[in-house]
T-cell receptor, first 113, second 112 residues
Framework: DSGVTQTPKHLITATGQRVTLRCSPR?????VYWYQQSLDQGLQFLIQ???????AKGNILERFSAQQFPDLHSELNLSSLELGDSALYFC????????????FGSGTRLTVV | GDSVTQMEGPVTLSEEAFLTINCTYT??????LFWYVQYPGEGLQLLLK?????DKGSNKGFEATYRKETTSFHLEKGSVQVSDSAVYFC???????????FGTGTSLTVIP
């Protein structure tokens, strides 16, 4: 157990639907990062939050959004889902910003049918 | 921009063979360098890291040395085991930055 908790582990949904993925960071970590891992794109950085504020954006689609709550857990919202959104979505946390190494959760496998 | 290039896989080795997975990076300044490992069905785990030139990161028999002159951070292990079968990712991060840049991953299979 890495200390980063992601729920649900698996999610199957239809095209056009909206889903929410949840992440609880390791105790004491202030930064949360979201990554998408797909076979064709590899591991892609989506977005980072630090202590409730958005700090960096990567290749995140406009249909996707995220937030970090006061208790530091984070949610990634994916809407108007397409088949190509099927992937593993990882959350990672770190004590600060950058340079210290991430702790990854075990991921949420999203399948869009 | 910053990027990481690692050797294509998959790599298949016999138990006790020597392992090298090449990784080179492009970055301005002095990033930190990392190797992560992903076992089947799991998230990525930090294997080792190095934060400045000539540093050697090591863990579980794996080693990598930060070579600024060749912009490389090759992963090595002298004698692999079946349990080392996994996907290995090289990554970099600026010490003051927010984002990690990952290589595409190299799948390693060790056969008895």
């Amino acid at each position: 157990d890495s200390g980063v908790t992601q729920t649900p582990k698996h999610l199957i949904t239809a095209t056009g639907q909206r889903v929410t993925l949840r992440c609880s960071p390791r105790s004491g970590d202030l930064s949360v990062y979201w990554y998408q891992q797909s076979l064709d794109q590899g591991l892609q950085f989506l977005i980072q939050y630090y202590n409730g504020e958005e700090r960096a954006k990567g290749n995140i689609l406009e249909r996707f959004s995220a937030q970090q709550f006061p208790d530091l857990h984070s949610e990634l919202n994916l809407s108007s889902l397409e088949l190509g959104d099927s992937a593993l979505y990882f959350c990672a946390s770190s004590p600060r910003q950058g340079g210290w190494g991430y702790t990854f959760g075990s991921g949420t496998r999203l399948t869009v049918v | 921009g910053d990027s990481v290039t690692q050797m294509e896989g998959p790599v298949t080795l016999s138990e006790e063979a020597f392992l090298t997975i090449n990784c080179t990076y492009t970055a301005t300044g002095y990033p930190s360098l990392f190797w992560y490992v992903q076992y089947p069905g799991e998230g990525l785990q930090l294997l080792l890291k190095a934060t400045k030139a000539d540093d050697k990161g090591s863990n579980k028999g794996f080693e990598a040395t930060y070579r600024k002159e060749t912009t490389s951070f090759h992963l090595e292990k002298g004698s692999v085991q079946v349990s080392d079968s996994a996907v290995y990712f090289c990554a970099l991060s600026r010490n003051t930055g927010n984002q990690f840049y990952f290589g595409t991953g190299t799948s390693l299979t060790v056969i008895p």
